[in-house]
């Protein structure tokens, strides 16, 4: 939300994510509205997601999630 109130365009930018938790459903909400295309995510550890999950809101979205090291083409 920041970089919109700032002036900075992120329509159809690529959002790098390195966390230790997964996207939650706000940051999914703020990803989409951003008008961002493709999330690159390294989530640290293994988490059982119960309900909605943000990757869910990204996915119905249409918006490409892909891991790190996977090839772009």
Avoid at 8 to 27: A, D, F, K, Q, R
Avoid at 46 to 58: A, C, R, T
Wanted: aromatic share 6%; hydrophobic share 40%; with cysteine.
């Amino acid at each position: 939300y920041t970089a919109a109130r700032m002036g900075h365009p992120t329509e159809g930018c690529i959002l790098y994510i390195y966390s230790n938790i997964p996207v939650c459903i706000e940051c999914a909400k703020g990803i989409i509205m951003a008008g961002i295309k493709e999330v690159v995510i390294s989530v640290l550890g293994d988490y059982e997601v119960v309900g909605l999950s943000g990757q869910q809101l990204l996915e119905e979205a249409e918006v490409i999630i892909r891991k790190p090291q996977e090839d772009v083409s």
